[in-house]
């Protein structure tokens, strides 16, 4: 296609506005996918995606769609995931395209990641299609979402199309608008082929599955082509498009986005944010991203300590697909082998949890999450701890830095007061409170990571019953007064417990761990001591009381076998125990404690 | 042809009521269902006759008292023609409310000596408590019946640690069934078996469980019996021996005291048993195996001519070793090195060695060069001795 006959756009929102929803519209209504085959949420393909109805991959699609004018275009969406932790699938997406459809639910206005989402797309100088979407639902609030748009993000509201993508209202006005406002890909100007790689996959006929978005020249099998970063020249196999299955092209021209195979086997050899260029007539690099690390460490170990080479293989296959996804081995006294595990954030955290219980039916316990730590050592070197059973002694630390990020909230402004005390609880520093209208504020604050980490975003749904949403970006590290909480059973360390907390809340935590430790962990023939310590000090203590018996007293012939199987069951259970010192602990017991954290 | 089995256990599966924390196989039944499960249980006396010249013979259910004077007849002359009868020890377990004088002497007669009641508790409200059927009251007037019908040898099973019951009901409750002069007692702590009415009330969180009151019962228990002359014999068991003849010489101390039931301490040292009825278990020959606890299944079974077993297993030589370790232990007596040689081929010094340190480490149990047996501590924790000496 002409480039004047292409659009490229993604969808942008807060997560649950709509995209996916809308996008389902937009591919009945070009006809891309076939009423019949029409499933809700149609490019939510993964199981994971489809049960929590969340988006987590950026989908690209290419629809064709003959408008009001009479001429044919085609057009390249992309849909996105709303949630935070997936923000670098946005970003990389929206480097993809000229435009992006903004869609603000009716009903709830523009929330936290509206904003941060818009941001992305203007720091690309994108052209902005606002559309207002659920307008059928009975609380839809029209004039107010307008009004947000103007006030909050500094959108003229009078271009905004209402839509419904539920009940296919103003679909063919966004269609129309999109072929109107949003301005056709334009040439580099360079002598040759120019593509960015804003996402790959992996295929297991395939190998990796590269999407790619033409800026300059073509791109057709049998090319011989480069990927600077890697250094690898490649001879292309295959190109094509989704709709939204993947299907092959003869080239994918200038402006264009789909996919390019080479038959490469290693995701690793293949750079997100890469430029394709020429093998003989490389032209200059594209812009890239900016790397992504993970954020939230947590070890991931096997249940039973047979499956730790198929857990390994498991997390392997996942990061094929998720180059987010980091992971090395550690070992815990407690829990066996398992794999000290990067995330981008703590959802993230829990879809690679489930996913490998669900995809690859794996039994698997997590230890509590941790962000990254800098420790300036007395020596003058910087250590960077992910895990805290391996903080540094406390002797050779000069200080501990924790990361930072500035986070906004937005919030019905009758809920100020309590989100400014949860803000404090959580050490936070507020910098500034806006009024966004009548109704709602927005909470500027600089907080420390992993106070966010496990309940922050939860707290605040509860705190504004559902109508206050958050948003955040790392802003860097600042030195804290962080203490090494450890839970001891009978003096024996159980690192699986150990945390870094900020020396205010280290008692707090230490007493409801040993609280929970002391509910879990069954009564055996001698007395238990559960001690918290911090920094080597004692701050909390639990005592679990001596078992005086253990045995159901009657026995006759006929009880001898049921009494012995039940007894072996017992024994067997005690294997899969971990003991700690002299302690037996139930794997459960640690699962127990590690979910309710 | 090997030896006969010397020991011989026949279930009844009848009760009138089912009691709330029983987990037995046993369910009310009507006469014909009765008939018809005498006429399958002489079918399967048949069937083991050759092999079977029990020594100890024991009556357990259920109920077996429930069988009418017509129904004993049919059993106990069925057990006459095939050459069952005659067991040094005849026990026969009876419910308070189901004793006549009729069924005392026919039993008696013909050769049951030793009946087993079935008390529990001497208080009214925890006997309602426990859905048992009969009454206090009943209690003494059976006792009397079977005195009166020549039983001299009376065991009374009796439960603590019952919800709702406190330490002076329990203490009353044992001196009055001391009181009664009986040689025999077994007195266990409930137990919350799975699918009974108790299990479901105690994860409903209806019944608090008080471990420092069991266990209060429990040593109440052991000083008032051995008060009365009693001694302990196995976790939950307790006997007299004879009077001594008061001219004679002092008698060394046997290993178990003379009323001690034989018959379940065949078990405990891992003896070969029949077990007939539906459900009951026998050991025969290194076979475990145990009937279906379903009484039509059984009674369709025996009709075709055949033994009615849902299971069959026989352990490996190491395993049955260890479960002969672990249930040995409950007894006081515990196991003589040279017996448990002889009854598993192994040697409990050198394959337990660990366990046994462990034991002794723990203060739970005693090692002399004779025998190993479990202390006082360490019978209370006779479950976990018990996990250490299984072997897979
Ligand atoms: N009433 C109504 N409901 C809608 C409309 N559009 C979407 N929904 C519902 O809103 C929910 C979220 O829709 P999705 O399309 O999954 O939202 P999303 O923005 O893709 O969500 P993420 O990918 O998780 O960020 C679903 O239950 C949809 O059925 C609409 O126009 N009207
Ligand atoms: S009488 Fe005995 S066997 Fe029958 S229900 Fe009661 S406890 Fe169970
Ligand atoms: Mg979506």
Redesign the interface.
Request: hydrophobic share 40%; aromatic share 8%.
């Given at each position: 296609m002409d480039a004047a006959h292409i659009r490229n756009f993604s969808i942008i929102a807060h997560i649950d506005h709509g995209k996916t929803t809308l996008s389902d519209r937009l591919l009945q209504r070009t006809g891309t996918v076939a009423d019949r085959d029409m499933q809700e949420q149609h490019l939510d393909a993964m199981d994971l995606e489809k049960e929590r109805g969340i988006t987590i991959k950026a989908h690209p699609v290419t629809m064709y769609y003959t408008a009001k004018n009479g001429e044919k275009y085609e057009l390249n969406l992309i849909d996105t995931p709303g949630h935070v932790d997936f923000a670098y699938e946005v970003s990389r997406s929206l480097s993809a395209c000229e435009g992006a459809l903004l869609i603000v639910d009716a009903a709830q206005g523009v929330e936290a990641q509206t904003v941060a989402n818009l941001h992305l797309a203007m720091k690309q100088n994108l052209e902005i299609i606002p559309v207002i979407n659920k307008i059928d639902l009975p609380h839809a609030d029209i004039p107010q979402a307008k009004q947000q748009l103007e006030d909050i993000l500094a959108i003229p509201a009078e271009h905004a199309v209402l839509a419904s993508a539920k009940e296919g209202i103003g679909i063919e006005e966004i269609l129309e608008t999109i072929v109107e406002r949003i301005p056709p890909p334009k040439p580099t100007g360079e002598k040759s082929l120019q593509a960015l790689i804003f996402d790959s996959y992996f295929d297991t006929y395939k190998g990796v599955v590269i999407l790619v978005r033409v800026f300059n020249g073509e791109l057709r099998a049998g090319m011989m082509v480069k990927m600077p970063h890697s250094g690898k020249t490649v001879e292309i196999k295959e190109v094509g498009s989704f709709n939204p299955k993947p299907y092959t092209r003869p080239k994918l021209e200038v402006g264009e986005t789909g996919y390019m195979t080479a038959n490469i086997k290693s995701p690793r050899e293949v750079k997100v944010g890469d430029t394709v260029l020429d093998s003989k007539n490389p032209a200059s690099v594209l812009p890239g991203f900016k790397e992504i690390h993970p954020m939230v460490f947590s070890g991931i170990y096997p249940i039973n300590t047979g499956d730790y080479e198929q857990l390994k293989v498991s997390i392997a296959k996942l990061q094929l697909n998720d180059s987010a996804l980091t992971f090395q081995i550690e070992s815990s006294a407690a829990l066996g082998f398992g794999y000290r595990c990067g995330f981008l954030g703590l959802l993230h955290m829990e879809i690679v949890q489930e996913r490998l219980r669900r995809e690859f039916n794996l039994d698997i316990i997590a230890t509590y999450p941790s962000v990254v730590y800098r420790v300036q050592m007395t020596d003058g070197t910087m250590k960077e701890v992910d895990n805290p059973a391996f903080l540094p002694e406390a002797s050779y630390i000069e200080e501990i830095q924790e990361p930072i990020v500035k986070a906004f909230v937005i919030c019905p402004g009758t809920n100020i007061g309590d989100m400014m005390a949860l803000i404090s609880e959580k050490r936070g520093i507020i910098q500034t409170t806006e009024t966004l209208d009548t109704r709602r504020v927005m909470l500027t604050c600089k907080i420390p990571m992993n106070e966010i980490l496990i309940d922050f975003h939860d707290r605040i749904k509860s705190i504004t019953r559902g109508y206050g949403s958050m948003d955040y970006e790392p802003i860097g590290y600042e030195a804290s007064d962080m203490a090494k909480l450890d839970m001891m059973v009978n003096g024996e360390v159980m690192d699986a417990f150990s945390s870094l907390v900020h020396r205010s809340k280290a008692e707090n935590r230490g007493r409801l761990l040993a609280s929970k430790l002391k509910e879990v962990i069954p009564r055996q023939?001698f007395q238990i001591a559960i001690q918290a310590s911090v920094g080597g000090k004692f701050v909390a203590r639990e005592t679990i009381s001596a078992?005086?018996?253990?045995?159901?007293?009657?026995?006759?012939?006929?009880d001898?076998?049921r009494k012995?199987k039940l007894?072996?069951k017992?024994?067997?259970g005690?294997k899969r125990m971990k003991a700690i010192g002299s302690v037996d602990i139930p794997q459960e017991a640690f699962i127990e404690v590690l979910k309710t954290n | 042809m090997s030896e006969p089995v010397r020991s011989l256990y026949v279930h009844v599966p009848f009760c009138a009521h089912k009691c709330e924390y029983c987990a037995f196989y046993s369910a009310p039944a009507s006469g014909d269902q009765i008939n018809r499960y005498v006429a399958a249980l002489v079918r399967e006396f048949e069937l083991i006759a050759g092999g079977c010249r029990p020594d100890t013979l024991f009556f357990g259910g259920g109920t077996p008292s429930l069988l009418t004077l017509r129904q004993w007849e049919t059993v106990l002359e069925a057990m006459r023609r095939c050459g069952l009868t005659g067991a040094a020890e005849w026990t026969v377990e009876c419910n308070p409310a189901t004793v006549s004088a009729d069924k005392a002497r026919l039993l008696r007669d013909a050769g049951v000596n030793r009946i087993s009641m079935g008390v529990q508790s001497l208080d009214e409200t925890l006997l309602d408590r426990l859905g048992r059927v009969h009454s206090r009251d009943m209690v003494f007037r059976s006792y009397d019946i079977l005195r009166g019908a020549g039983f001299t040898n009376v065991n009374i099973d009796l439960m603590f640690a019952i919800p709702g019951q406190t330490l002076d009901i329990w203490r009353q409750t044992l001196h009055e069934a001391l009181a009664l002069g009986t040689h025999h007692l077994s007195c266990y702590e409930v137990i919350y078996e799975e699918d009974t009415p108790l299990f479901h009330q105690l994860q409903k969180g209806e019944i608090d469980v008080d471990e420092d009151l069991a266990c209060a019962m429990y040593d109440e228990l052991l000083d008032a019996t051995a008060a009365a002359g009693f001694r302990q014999y196995e976790i939950a068991n307790f006997a007299r021996s004879m009077p001594s003849d008061p001219g004679g010489s002092q008698p060394t101390v046997s290993e178990w005291p003379d009323y001690a039931c034989r018959h379940n301490i065949n078990y405990w040292r891992g003896g070969d048993s029949h077990g007939l009825g539906p459900s009951a278990s026998e050991y025969v020959g290194g076979v475990r195996s145990r009937n279906w606890s379903n009484t039509t299944l059984y009674c369709e079974q025996l009709e075709k001519g055949r033994r009615a077993k849902e299971f069959a297993e026989a352990l490996e030589p190491l395993a049955r070793a260890g479960e002969l370790a672990a249930f040995g232990l409950r007894t006081t007596p515990g196991w003589p090195f040279d017996l448990f040689k002889q009854r598993s081929g192994f040697d409990l010094r050198t394959g337990w060695h660990d366990d046994i340190h462990r034991l002794i480490e723990r203060g739970w149990g005693v090692q002399t060069d004779e025998r190993l047996y479990l202390t006082r501590t360490g019978l209370r924790f006779a479950d976990a001795a018990a996990e250490m000496f299984l072997r897979p």
């Amino acid at each position: 296609m002409d480039a004047a006959h292409i659009r490229n756009f993604s969808i942008i929102a807060h997560i649950d506005h709509g995209k996916t929803t809308l996008s389902d519209r937009l591919l009945q209504r070009t006809g891309t996918v076939a009423d019949r085959d029409m499933q809700e949420q149609h490019l939510d393909a993964m199981d994971l995606e489809k049960e929590r109805g969340i988006t987590i991959k950026a989908h690209p699609v290419t629809m064709y769609y003959t408008a009001k004018n009479g001429e044919k275009y085609e057009l390249n969406l992309i849909d996105t995931p709303g949630h935070v932790d997936f923000a670098y699938e946005v970003s990389r997406s929206l480097s993809a395209c000229e435009g992006a459809l903004l869609i603000v639910d009716a009903a709830q206005g523009v929330e936290a990641q509206t904003v941060a989402n818009l941001h992305l797309a203007m720091k690309q100088n994108l052209e902005i299609i606002p559309v207002i979407n659920k307008i059928d639902l009975p609380h839809a609030d029209i004039p107010q979402a307008k009004q947000q748009l103007e006030d909050i993000l500094a959108i003229p509201a009078e271009h905004a199309v209402l839509a419904s993508a539920k009940e296919g209202i103003g679909i063919e006005e966004i269609l129309e608008t999109i072929v109107e406002r949003i301005p056709p890909p334009k040439p580099t100007g360079e002598k040759s082929l120019q593509a960015l790689i804003f996402d790959s996959y992996f295929d297991t006929y395939k190998g990796v599955v590269i999407l790619v978005r033409v800026f300059n020249g073509e791109l057709r099998a049998g090319m011989m082509v480069k990927m600077p970063h890697s250094g690898k020249t490649v001879e292309i196999k295959e190109v094509g498009s989704f709709n939204p299955k993947p299907y092959t092209r003869p080239k994918l021209e200038v402006g264009e986005t789909g996919y390019m195979t080479a038959n490469i086997k290693s995701p690793r050899e293949v750079k997100v944010g890469d430029t394709v260029l020429d093998s003989k007539n490389p032209a200059s690099v594209l812009p890239g991203f900016k790397e992504i690390h993970p954020m939230v460490f947590s070890g991931i170990y096997p249940i039973n300590t047979g499956d730790y080479e198929q857990l390994k293989v498991s997390i392997a296959k996942l990061q094929l697909n998720d180059s987010a996804l980091t992971f090395q081995i550690e070992s815990s006294a407690a829990l066996g082998f398992g794999y000290r595990c990067g995330f981008l954030g703590l959802l993230h955290m829990e879809i690679v949890q489930e996913r490998l219980r669900r995809e690859f039916n794996l039994d698997i316990i997590a230890t509590y999450p941790s962000v990254v730590y800098r420790v300036q050592m007395t020596d003058g070197t910087m250590k960077e701890v992910d895990n805290p059973a391996f903080l540094p002694e406390a002797s050779y630390i000069e200080e501990i830095q924790e990361p930072i990020v500035k986070a906004f909230v937005i919030c019905p402004g009758t809920n100020i007061g309590d989100m400014m005390a949860l803000i404090s609880e959580k050490r936070g520093i507020i910098q500034t409170t806006e009024t966004l209208d009548t109704r709602r504020v927005m909470l500027t604050c600089k907080i420390p990571m992993n106070e966010i980490l496990i309940d922050f975003h939860d707290r605040i749904k509860s705190i504004t019953r559902g109508y206050g949403s958050m948003d955040y970006e790392p802003i860097g590290y600042e030195a804290s007064d962080m203490a090494k909480l450890d839970m001891m059973v009978n003096g024996e360390v159980m690192d699986a417990f150990s945390s870094l907390v900020h020396r205010s809340k280290a008692e707090n935590r230490g007493r409801l761990l040993a609280s929970k430790l002391k509910e879990v962990i069954p009564r055996q023939q001698f007395q238990i001591a559960i001690q918290a310590s911090v920094g080597g000090k004692f701050v909390a203590r639990e005592t679990i009381s001596a078992m005086r018996k253990d045995v159901t007293a009657k026995c006759y012939g006929g009880d001898i076998s049921r009494k012995r199987k039940l007894l072996e069951k017992q024994k067997e259970g005690k294997k899969r125990m971990k003991a700690i010192g002299s302690v037996d602990i139930p794997q459960e017991a640690f699962i127990e404690v590690l979910k309710t954290n | 042809m090997s030896e006969p089995v010397r020991s011989l256990y026949v279930h009844v599966p009848f009760c009138a009521h089912k009691c709330e924390y029983c987990a037995f196989y046993s369910a009310p039944a009507s006469g014909d269902q009765i008939n018809r499960y005498v006429a399958a249980l002489v079918r399967e006396f048949e069937l083991i006759a050759g092999g079977c010249r029990p020594d100890t013979l024991f009556f357990g259910g259920g109920t077996p008292s429930l069988l009418t004077l017509r129904q004993w007849e049919t059993v106990l002359e069925a057990m006459r023609r095939c050459g069952l009868t005659g067991a040094a020890e005849w026990t026969v377990e009876c419910n308070p409310a189901t004793v006549s004088a009729d069924k005392a002497r026919l039993l008696r007669d013909a050769g049951v000596n030793r009946i087993s009641m079935g008390v529990q508790s001497l208080d009214e409200t925890l006997l309602d408590r426990l859905g048992r059927v009969h009454s206090r009251d009943m209690v003494f007037r059976s006792y009397d019946i079977l005195r009166g019908a020549g039983f001299t040898n009376v065991n009374i099973d009796l439960m603590f640690a019952i919800p709702g019951q406190t330490l002076d009901i329990w203490r009353q409750t044992l001196h009055e069934a001391l009181a009664l002069g009986t040689h025999h007692l077994s007195c266990y702590e409930v137990i919350y078996e799975e699918d009974t009415p108790l299990f479901h009330q105690l994860q409903k969180g209806e019944i608090d469980v008080d471990e420092d009151l069991a266990c209060a019962m429990y040593d109440e228990l052991l000083d008032a019996t051995a008060a009365a002359g009693f001694r302990q014999y196995e976790i939950a068991n307790f006997a007299r021996s004879m009077p001594s003849d008061p001219g004679g010489s002092q008698p060394t101390v046997s290993e178990w005291p003379d009323y001690a039931c034989r018959h379940n301490i065949n078990y405990w040292r891992g003896g070969d048993s029949h077990g007939l009825g539906p459900s009951a278990s026998e050991y025969v020959g290194g076979v475990r195996s145990r009937n279906w606890s379903n009484t039509t299944l059984y009674c369709e079974q025996l009709e075709k001519g055949r033994r009615a077993k849902e299971f069959a297993e026989a352990l490996e030589p190491l395993a049955r070793a260890g479960e002969l370790a672990a249930f040995g232990l409950r007894t006081t007596p515990g196991w003589p090195f040279d017996l448990f040689k002889q009854r598993s081929g192994f040697d409990l010094r050198t394959g337990w060695h660990d366990d046994i340190h462990r034991l002794i480490e723990r203060g739970w149990g005693v090692q002399t060069d004779e025998r190993l047996y479990l202390t006082r501590t360490g019978l209370r924790f006779a479950d976990a001795a018990a996990e250490m000496f299984l072997r897979p």
